[in-house]
């Protein structure tokens, strides 16, 4: 079992960077794919980005490449999304996500999710 928690989130104004850590407790996370999922008010859940294990491969989605990079320290077992350039449809619920994995997943693959820590970007 992991247990994952996320911090980081706060208002930003568009334009404004926030750097989110999602801190991991239960196993080491070098076995596993990571995940940073989001969600809108009436919108649906989507995968904003994903890492592989060991971190060379990378996932982003198209509304935030050149604009988030997701990173992961297995050592201190902890994953980043650091988010750039904010924009007001960047707001929302982000979550932290893992499954055990040897490269990087599909978006309905992980199996344990943090409670999630809220961004919201003003206009």
């Known amino acids: 079992q992991v247990q994952l928690v996320e911090s980081g989130g706060g208002l930003v104004q568009a334009g404004g960077s926030l750097r989110l850590s999602c801190a991991a407790s239960?196993?080491?996370?070098?076995?596993?794919?990571m995940g940073w999922f989001r969600q809108a008010p009436g919108k649906e859940r989507e995968r904003a980005a994903g890492?592989?294990?060991?971190?060379?491969?990378?996932y982003y989605t198209d509304s935030v490449k050149g604009r988030f990079t997701i990173s992961r320290d297995n050592a201190k077992n902890t994953v980043y999304l650091q988010m750039n350039s904010l924009k007001p449809e960047d707001s929302g619920v982000y979550y932290c996500?893992?499954?055990?994995?040897?490269?990087?997943?599909?978006?309905?693959?992980?199996?344990?999710w943090g409670q999630g820590t809220q961004v919201t970007v003003s206009s």
């Open positions: 890492i592989s294990p060991g971190g060379g491969r990378k």
């Open positions: 996500t893992a499954t055990p994995a040897s490269a990087l997943v599909v978006p309905g693959a992980y199996d344990f």
């Open positions: 239960g196993r080491t996370l070098s076995g596993y794919a």
